[in-house]
Structure formats: C-alpha cells, structure tokens
C-alpha cells in the first residue's frame, strides 16, 4: 500500500499531504521536510526511486509540482509512477487544463477527488470517467448558500 | 463558469446580505484568505495574517456558530498546509461530521482525516456519526463514511464498525462495494482477527463486471492470503481461486478497447498487476497453482508492449511472479531475459527495478544471471546514484573464483570514481570477495594496497587489524608487502587505516625494508634513517590521528630490536614521554622504561610476530596495540608451524645483530601452557656443549607475569631441605652466589637464588644475568631485583632461576654476564658444574 502521498512545490511548499498511517504531528512534518529535501536535491538524470529508510519512495515531476509517493516493499515502483500519473489526469479532467495555481486555491476538491480515487494506500477505481463522475456528483450535493442557510444543522 | 462557481458567487453575495443583518461581520472567504496569505512577502508578514485570522476562527468556534464553521475550519486546514498549528479545529470538525449539510460533512471528514490521529481519544467520537453515515440514503456520504475510516480508523472504531463495513460488502452498489473493500483491508491490517467475518462476503466479488470493484476485491483477497495460511490454503482448494483469475486476466489481454480504462493501448493495467501479484501468493510453493498460471504467465511475458512505461510494470510484476513460483525453466529464462532487456532500456527507472529484482533472484538462479554480468557492470558507469548502488551490491553478489580477476579490476575502477557514500561498503564489499576467492597471495596483498591508496579513509575500522592478520599470515612476501606499503607511505599519510597498517608493517618488518631483498620486485634502497624519519614524520604529523601516532610510537620502538641506529629511537621515545596525548604518553614511558631498566627484556618483548589465528569473535583485534608485548593470554595454542616460525625469526635476529653488545634474549612466544613450551624453548637451543663455544645460543628468560604452569603457588613455601649453597662465579670484583630449595608442589623443581655482589669501588650497573641448561632440563628465570649492584658489597642482587629436572641429570649450566664496570661494558661467560647433588637428585 502507499503510506503517504505528497505533494510539494519546487520552492519546498507543501501543496497536498495524504497519510495512510497513524503518525504524529511532528513526525509528519519531519517526513515532509525529509522529503523535500531529498526529492528536490535529486538532479534530473536520476532515476525517480529513492530508497528511505525501509520504504520506497517514487517522485515525479508534473511542471512545477512534485508528486512524492512511499511505498512498502511488495509494491511495484512502476505502476506507481502510473497511479500519479493517473491522478495529475484526473485532476486535469476535473480543473480543466490544471496547473498548481488550480490545486492552491481548490486544495479541497484535489483531496476530494483523489479520495474517489485512492482509499487506504490502494486504488479503489480504475476508470478516469468514473471517479471524476463521482466527484462531480459530490459537488451537485453540495448545498447552495440559501440551501445552507436555511438548512437545520442537525 | 462551472454550475459550482456560480453557486458560490450568488452564495456570497446572498451571504453580504446576510451580514448586514448580522452584527458581526462574516468570517473571510476561503479563496480571499488564500490569496491575501500569498500577498505576503515575508515569513514574518504571513505569520502576522495567520496569526490574525486564527484569532478570528478561535473566537468564531467559541461562539459555537455552525454557519460559518465549515469555512472556517477549511481555512484552518489550508493554514495547517503552511505548517501552523491547528489543533483547536479537531472537535469542530467532529461537529461537522455531524452536521445534516453534505458541505459539512465533507469538509469535517477531510478535517478529520488531517488533524485527527488515533492517538487522541477524540477520534472515538466520531464512531457514532460514522456509524450513521455508513447507514445513510446518500451512497456520497457512506462514501465519505466508508473512506474516512478507511483511511484513520483506529482499531476500536475499526471493531465496532467492522459488521457496518461487511454490510457494504455485500450490497449490489458498485460504488460503495469497491469502498467498503477497501474499508475491509483496512480493518484487517489493524485487526486481524476479524479476517474471518469478511470470508462470506468474498464468495461471489470476482464474478463483478465494474473493475472498480475487481480491483478492490482483488486487494482484499491479496491482503487475507498474506495473513493466513488457512485464508491461502482455503481459495486455492475450495475458491479455485487461480482459474478465476486466471480468466479475468486474459479477458482483459484479449478485450478490445476500452476507453475508460485504457492507459496506451494497455486495458486496466492497474487491475492486471494486483492479479499478477495475487496469482504470485497463490503460486508460491504450489505446484498445482503455478501450473495452472504458466499459460498466462508466458502470454503476458512475450505480448504485452514495451514502448512505455506501463508496460514495463505490468512486465516487471510477471517477472517478479515467475521468480517466486514454481514455475518451468523454460519460463524462468523468459523472465530473466527480459530483466536483462530492461538492463539495456533508456528509461532509468526501468534499469533500477531490473536490478533490484535480479538483486533478489541472483541467489536462486545464479549462472542465469551470470549471463548478464558484463551488462551489470556496465551499470556501475551509470549517472544515477540508485543504479550505481544497485549494481554494485549485485557484482558482489556474482563474484566467484571464476571472475575474480575481472571483477575485481572492474571494482576497483569503480571504487577509485565513485561517490563517497558508496566507498566504505565498496572497500569492505572487495574485502570479503578478495578473502574468499583470491587466486594468490600476492594478488591480495596488491588488491587490499590498491584499496587502501585509493579509498583509505573509508576503510572501516575493522579492516585494519584484519589486514593485519592477512599480511602476517602471508610469511612468503612479507618484503614485498613493507615495500609497497613504505613506498605508499611516501606518497601519501593522510588516510589513516594506510598509515596504520604501514606503519605496522613498517615496525615489523623494518629489517626486511632496508635488507634490500624483495621477492616479487626490484627491491629498493632503503637506509634505516630515512625509515626512521617516515615514522617520526607520522609522528609529528597534524594529519596523524592519535590512533595513527599510537602505531607509529610503536613501530619506532620495535626497529630498536632491528635496527642499530637505537640512540636515535631512543631519542624518539622519550621525547613523547611528555607528550599530551595520554596513551602515547603512556607507551613512551613505558617504552622507555623498556630501554633502561627492562632492557634485557626489550629483545625479547618486541620479537616477529607469528601467525596469528582468526579467531571467531574478534579477530586479531588484540594482537595489533599489543604487538611487542605479546600476551599469552591474547594468543591462541600453539601449533606446531607457529612454533618453528619464531625459530627461524630468531635466527634472523642473530644474523642482523651479529656482533652486537646487546644480548639478544630469544623469546619464543609465551605459550599459554609454558610447561610444554619451555621443553620446546629449549629445544631451540640447539645442544648446549661444554666446550665453551661462544656462539650467543642463549637463555631462555622469561619474564615474571608469565607465571608457571609448573607451579602455581609461591616459591618459597617448603623450608630449604638444608642444601648448601655455592659460589657459581667470581671474577673481577663480581661475586654470585646460589641458593637453593626445592619447591613443595613438585620435587623435579630446584629453585636457585642468586645473589650478585660487588666488591669493587664502583657500581656495577646494567647488570643482566643469563643462564641456559642442557637440554634435558627446563628453567624459567624470573626478574632481578635490580640490574644495578652497589659498590663494596653493599647491596645484592637476586634474582630466581627455576629448574625442572624430571630425568634428574645431573645439573650442569652456563651462565651469561653482562654489565657495564666504570663507564666499559663488560661481558663474561662462565659454567657451573658443582652443583650440590641435592639441587638435581
């Protein structure tokens, strides 16, 4: 399973951060900036696994944001690379054309959609059309301002 | 302008509405605060804005005003992005969660999943609202239930929770079938008890058209098999659970094209690796399993498209699963080509995954991989530090005595340009192989000189006491080895494990270096000066660790047994008498004291080592800092090789110091049990003839800590059976006197006290006493008193000489004088042959 998914920028701002374990505030930050830190110091001849203490960690670079992945041993390094493929053209298919600026100013529905995408460190759908679908279908239920006003809380 | 965005504008504008009717204003928009935080130029200045509205929220939560609460709390997830603490969100997020609007919830689940962790028991109040939530109308919201504890259910949530999640399995909902999967893996990592609830549900998953849900189901029986041998065992045999997948993944090679899940003309690629895995625990030790996946598993190899990296990682898994299981050869070399094609690939990341897996299948399927070896090594020329490191881990796995010579030239190239990081592991890694398969003892030696020149300061520590031993052990080219080292020296003194192990060599061998022999090169021209000042340059040093200097101080003093130029290493020694460093200020006093008082000793003391045994726990770790004080207790027993070394060491020694006036005392190693060896010791001695040769066939004197296995109780227990005493000497002023008892533990032993006096006006000083006895005799000389004899019989010397007379021959000996009489040294040989019959009978 994937342990943590993150996204950074290449000044070392964090973007997104998924964790799939229980972990410590500290600890996460200490792996977010463990993480930058590595990832942007790596040159572009590299190739995008790196071996961190007993995970592996696969990075690829999407214009100016980095996708950092960890994964546990049994787990195939390449088709991670494909998973975050898939997840920068889910949210391109969703934001339209999206660049980080999108995933700044909507970090919400970048967590919304990859929550329709991954679950638990796994793929949980394998169809683009599908998890964009879902997604889109969220939003519909989302109340308007008067709908939400006029909604009891409880 | 999406619908979402139009909302949100008539929102906001209603929202102005709102406000004026309100007395407080509203709380800023998410978007607004985002971009006014990003107008910030300093860290200073994004601080104070946070600081600011964090304020704002914290006394908006307190009024507990749930219109504004999802907005505020999404703005504190943003500000919690940027590293500030947001900790007082965690239980407005719970409210959230408990909120009736989808916007809530959406927002308190995400909130959730971000600021709250298992640790704090406030994640256990959101059991119950997620309770509900899995039971709602809305399948987005059991959506949002169903992930949210996927992704942090603790084990007690996960408990209470885990017949809500195994409902879901078995709903005909795709959607929330796929999740609760999920959610069911998730429950299993944390609790694995509850593995068996979850059996019904998988009875009919794989028969699922929705990938979504294959996918998933697919994990969840990955997940159950790796727990369980049971779970394995159990869809092998009653599931046939191999078939299934088997079927499924064909349909998905062979299907046609399929938008939704197409990746490059590759159908669900995602979906083909989860089985290859799953179809990788079926078939692991399994005949029948792999069997049945053979087919599929070649059909997979030889068609799927390499152009991509997609591809690539579906082939990159088949091999992983032709490794594991018991598949045919045929299969097997199918895999291990196409690994040794990925070697050959552009694509970096594709060459680092081939050689991590033929890292994990080099031990099984060794002369497969062999095959690809010069590819291997041409990886180590690669840019990629991850390359690098892989392919130098697998050359040392495919090292063998075939290969050695290549290998190793191609190593060593590659430790001399490679990064730092890497040349400690890349010295020990040359290390071990050359042990193990090197083709001559020479080749060795050459091997560990060219690691130690070119990557010296990584060695670790423990090479060099290794080394050591290595060299030691390789008697034949013990010239050659101090040639190479001293001439390394020469060039260079600034990695220490070199310098240690030279100056070692240098302090053992010294005799070698400036004999001008060499075995295997033209052997160079060496004066024992210039040697000399090698060592006190190491000495003097900055770049010279204190270990280093340590080592040097020590092989300076062991040349003053090979070497004639001792003034110069006496002057050496002492002035590091006073030297700051404790421990070298330690070994130059004693070695000084060495040079004074225990002078007779000092020959003996810092003799030629002899081959030291390996043992299994430290290795030679203690012969290196003790080298001339050869404890017994360090040295393993003597066998017979090692025994005839030190003879034939000693025969160097007499040939070197031929006329000198320094007696050379002839210690053959201490043995742990000195009763057998004195036999031995004597035996060195050759036949000790009466006809007054002068030949220095001397003494065996052993020092005093060196106790007796003869005996182990004090001397002089038993009261003097009443045995005369003699006068065994006296000449020029020097008189001895022999006093004898006998020892109660065992009647073979005479001890002799002998009492050195002198009746002359001046002191007779450096007083040595030596004594040999024939052969069929053992005797041990413990330390005088003093070497020192006060004038006009002042004082005495003694000294005790004990003698094993098992055969009870008669007792005939020789003894041996030396001392220095008004400023001359003086020497005398003398025999004693009346002995009382009491001290031998």
Redesign the interface.
């Known amino acids: 399973m994937m342990r943590f998914l993150l996204l950074f920028s290449r000044q070392g701002?964090?973007?997104?951060?998924k964790?799939?374990t229980?972990?410590?505030?500290r600890e996460r930050?200490k792996i977010v900036r463990d993480m930058t830190m590595m990832v942007l110091a790596r040159s572009p001849?590299?190739?995008?696994?790196?071996?961190w203490r007993d995970l592996k960690i696969v990075y690829k670079r999407y214009a100016s944001l980095y996708f950092c992945s960890a994964l546990e041993d049994?787990d195939?390094?390449?088709?991670a690379?494909?998973?975050m493929h898939?997840y920068v053209e889910l949210l391109d298919k969703y934001f339209g054309n999206v660049c980080e600026l999108d995933i700044?100013?909507n970090?919400?529905k970048a967590?919304?959609i990859l929550?329709?995408f991954l679950?638990?460190g796994?793929?949980?759908?394998?169809?683009?059309?599908?998890v964009v679908k879902?997604t889109e279908?969220?939003?519909?239920?989302?109340?308007?301002?008067?709908e939400?006003?006029r909604?009891?809380?409880? | 302008m999406s619908f979402l965005d139009a909302g949100i504008e008539f929102a906001f504008s209603f929202d102005q509405l709102y406000d004026r009717l309100q007395s407080m204003p509203a709380p800023i928009r998410l978007r607004e605060l985002i971009r006014t935080i990003r107008t910030a130029r300093t860290q200073a200045e994004e601080r104070e804005m946070i600081q600011k509205e964090c304020a704002a929220i914290r006394s908006s939560f307190r009024e507990e005003d749930h219109t504004y609460r999802c907005r505020n709390v999404a703005k504190l997830l943003y500000m919690h992005m940027l590293g500030y603490p947001a900790h007082f969100g965690q239980l407005e997020c719970l409210k959230l969660i408990a909120s009736q609007k989808f916007t809530d919830k959406r927002i308190g689940y995400l909130g959730a999943m971000l600021l709250l962790d298992e640790r704090q028991d406030v994640h256990l109040l959101m059991t119950n609202c997620i309770k509900n939530d899995l039971n709602h109308s809305t399948q987005y919201v059991q959506g949002l239930a169903l992930c949210t504890l996927g992704c942090m259910g603790s084990a007690e949530m996960c408990r209470d929770l885990a017949g809500e999640v195994e409902k879901l399995l078995k709903t005909s909902n795709s959607y929330l079938r796929k999740k609760a999967a999920l959610c069911a893996v998730h429950v299993i990592r944390k609790v694995p008890e509850l593995m068996e609830m979850f059996l019904p549900a998988t009875k009919n998953l794989l028969s699922e058209k929705n990938h979504g849900v294959l996918h998933t189901s697919v994990v969840l029986l990955t997940e159950m098999c790796e727990r369980s041998p049971d779970m394995l065992a159990h869809f092998r045999k009653n599931e046939k659970l191999v078939p299934q997948l088997v079927r499924i993944l064909k349909n998905l090679i062979m299907s046609g094209y399929s938008p939704e899940h197409d990746v490059s003309g590759i159908s669900d690629p995602f979906l083909q690796v989860r089985i290859l895995r799953l179809l990788r625990i079926l078939g692991r030790n399994d005949d029948d399993s792999s069997e049945a996946m053979n087919d599929i598993l070649a059909q997979v190899a030889t068609n799927t498209e390499t152009s991509k990296n997609v591809g690539n990682a579906i082939l990159y898994e088949t091999v992983l699963t032709i490794m594991d299981i018991k598949s045919e050869s045929g299969l097997r070399v199918l895999a291990i080509n196409i690994l040794g094609r990925f070697l050959l690939n552009n694509d970096k990341n594709i060459r680092y995954v081939a050689l991590t897996s033929l890292l994990k299948t080099v031990q099984t399927d060794h002369n497969a991989v062999q095959r690809h070896r010069s590819t291997i090594v041409d990886c180590l020329k690669d840019l990629d530090v991850s390359i690098k490191r892989r392919a130098m881990e697998l050359s040392f796995a495919l090292v063998n005595g075939n290969n050695i010579r290549g290998m190793m030239k191609e190593l060593l190239h590659f430790l001399d340009s490679c990064d730092p990081e890497f040349k400690a592991d890349c010295a020990s890694g040359i290390f071990l192989a050359a042990e193990k398969y090197a083709p001559s003892k020479r080749w060795h030696i050459d091997t560990i000189m060219r690691v130690l020149t070119t990557a010296g300061s990584y060695v670790r520590d423990d090479c060099v006491p290794n080394l050591i031993q290595l060299i030691t052990n390789s008697v034949e080219i013990h010239s050659y080895t101090v040639q190479r080292l001293y001439k390394a020296l020469l060039d260079d003194i600034s990695q220490q494990p070199l310098v240690q192990v030279s100056s070692w060599c240098i302090g053992e061998y010294g005799d070698l270096l400036v004999s001008g022999q060499c075995e295997e090169e033209e052997p160079i021209q060496v004066t024992e000066d210039e040697v000399l000042d090698v060592l006190e340059g190491l000495l003097a040093s900055n770049l010279s660790s204190p270990v280093t200097r340590g080592y040097a101080l020590t092989a300076v003093m062991k040349l003053s047994t090979r070497f004639s130029s001792v003034n110069r290493i006496k002057k050496v020694v002492s002035v590091y008498g006073s030297s700051i460093d404790v421990e070298l200020q330690q070994r130059a006093v004693e070695y000084n004291a060495l040079f004074k008082k225990y002078d007779h000793m000092r020959s003996a003391l810092l003799e030629r080592m002899p081959i030291m045994e390996k043992t299994a726990t430290n290795g030679p770790t203690e012969m290196v800092q003790t080298n001339g004080e050869a404890e017994p207790s360090g040295l393993e027993s003597k066998h017979p090789p090692s025994i005839t070394q030190p003879a034939s060491q000693a025969n160097d020694l007499l040939d070197l110091l031929g006329g000198n006036d320094v007696a050379p005392v002839i210690q053959t190693t201490p043995a742990a049990k000195p009763a057998s060896a004195g036999g031995e010791l004597l035996d060195l001695l050759g036949d000790l003839s009466l006809s007054g040769d002068p030949a220095p066939q001397v003494p065996v004197s052993q020092p005093s800590f060196l106790l007796d296995g003869v005996s182990s109780q004090p001397l002089f227990n038993d009261v003097a059976a009443g045995i005369p005493p003699m006068t065994a000497y006296n000449k020029n002023g020097l008189k001895i006197e022999f006093t004898f008892e006998r020892s109660n533990t065992n009647p073979n032993i005479a001890i002799i006290t002998i009492h050195a006096s002198n009746h002359t006006e001046t002191e007779m000083t450096n007083f040595v006493f030596q004594a040999a006895v024939p052969k069929t005799f053992q005797l041990q000389l413990l330390s005088p008193s003093s070497n020192v004899i006060p004038a006009l019989n002042q004082g005495a010397v003694t000294q005790v000489i004990k003698i094993l007379n098992p055969q009870k021959h008669q007792l005939r000996m020789r003894i041996k004088l030396t001392y220095t009489h008004k400023g001359s040294p003086l020497q005398d040989l003398a025999e004693v042959n009346s002995f009382p019959p009491q001290s031998w009978q």
């Open positions: 701002k964090l973007r997104l951060q964790w799939f229980p972990l410590p505030e930050r001849r590299c190739c995008s696994v790196i071996h049994p195939n390094e390449l088709l690379l494909e998973v898939r700044i100013f970090f919400e967590y919304f929550d329709e679950l638990g796994e793929v949980q759908e394998t169809s683009k059309l599908l879902s279908e969220s939003d519909l239920l989302q109340e308007t301002m008067e939400y006003m909604k009891p809380a409880f």
